[in-house]
């Protein structure tokens, strides 16, 4: 079993539309939860980040997390075309020190105009 | 220049050839990474230095050598390459070795790698 499972896609979307992105993973010691975008032609950039479970809201963009379910969610509301990318989640145990972080495969979007 | 930049931006390369990829950041971040990404797998943390000394090597073949002269600068030596490891090369730098969410990774472009 990977450590983090994430659909691959793609996914396409009309424009407007709220689009759920998942990852979930087997390693209950993880507590730090980001997401990542990637443009096409670009490196990852971070989007957004929680700790723990709960939710985050930045603009359009929430994350969730359930560590019950070993579950994390990003929700994109009204869909834009510049969401048009790949989204990476990554996980990590600590904050601190040499703990690396683990990805997921990513999920390729498309947002139709 | 801003941010994590790398190049070149491609590089096809024989399987006898000897290059090397360069990142440079200026961020005045103490940590600098190399991860592969390859279609349909998660990134691959190669290397991790952390005020120019090595801290982490993931099993990663010989035939890739990094070299951290400062803590701007990182690069990969690349010799003998397998087909196999075509795939973007992307060079990362954060504030501490962590890469979490208040010490986040900042990526550079990538280098895309093509072995014939």
């Known amino acids: 079993q990977k450590e983090v499972e994430q659909d691959p896609g793609p996914l396409s979307v009309p424009e407007g539309a709220i689009v759920s992105l998942n990852c979930t993973y087997s390693?209950?010691?993880?507590?730090?939860f980001m997401w990542y975008r990637q443009y096409s032609r670009k490196g990852p950039e971070l989007l957004m980040y929680?700790?723990?479970?709960g939710n985050k809201e930045d603009g359009r963009f929430t994350a969730q997390v359930d560590k019950s379910s070993k579950y994390i969610s990003l929700f994109i509301r009204d869909s834009q075309p510049s969401d048009s990318a790949t989204y990476l989640c990554?996980?990590?145990?600590?904050?601190?020190?040499?703990?690396?972080?683990?990805f997921g495969t990513g999920t390729r979007l498309t947002i139709i105009p | 220049e801003t941010g994590v930049t790398q190049t070149p931006r491609h590089l096809v390369m024989g399987m006898t050839n000897k290059k090397s990829l360069k990142c440079e950041q200026h961020?005045?971040?103490?940590?600098m990474y190399w991860y592969k990404q390859s279609a349909k797998k998660p990134l691959e943390l190669m290397f991790v230095y952390s005020l120019e000394e090595r801290v982490e090597n993931n099993s990663v073949p010989s035939r890739f050598s990094p070299e951290c002269p400062n803590s701007s600068h990182l690069f990969l030596h690349l010799h003998t390459l397998q087909p196999e490891d075509s795939a973007l090369y992307l060079c990362?730098?954060?504030?501490?070795?962590?890469?979490?969410?208040?010490?986040?990774?900042?990526f550079g472009n990538g280098t895309r790698l093509t072995v014939t």
């Open positions: 961020l005045g971040h103490n940590a």
């Open positions: 390693n209950s010691a993880f507590q730090y």
């Open positions: 990554a996980m990590s145990a600590s904050n601190f020190g040499n703990e690396k972080l683990t």
């Open positions: 929680t700790y723990s479970s």
């Open positions: 990362a730098s954060s504030q501490d070795p962590a890469g979490t969410g208040d010490s986040p990774l900042h």
